[in-house]
């Protein structure tokens, strides 16, 4: 899970920091593949707001949470939104055991 840095705190002043963070559907860390399988929107300011989410299905499409509306959407509209945050699973699970060492 990743978490963009939408707030900004400095000593007594707070604000939220709007606007497009672009991120792809697969991300590649240190050989490990990983999927974006959900992403979180806030919508708002500091004092009030709304959050909505994006999941991806087991048939690989991706539909919008909004309290009670859900709705299918394009992986071009989810990746339009102002993320907050990045849920990615791992795609790829190496071992480097050999059979003997497996348990």
């Not at 920091?17 to 708002?44: C, Q």
């Not at 999941?55 to 993320?83: E, L, P």
């Not at 990615?88 to 480097?96: A, G, M, N």
């Amino acid at each position: 899970m990743m978490t963009l840095k939408r707030f900004r705190h400095e000593s007594w002043f707070a604000s939220k920091l709007d606007g497009h963070i672009t991120f792809d559907e697969d991300l590649k860390v240190n050989n490990v593949d990983y999927k974006l399988h959900g992403v979180v929107v806030h919508k708002g300011s500091l004092r009030y707001g709304h959050y909505i989410s994006y999941v991806r299905t087991k048939a690989n499409t991706w539909q919008q949470f909004d309290d009670d509306d859900t709705q299918d959407v394009s992986w071009h509209h989810v990746s339009k939104c102002d993320a907050y945050i990045l849920i990615y699973v791992q795609v790829t699970v190496t071992c480097s055991c050999s059979p003997s060492e497996e348990f």
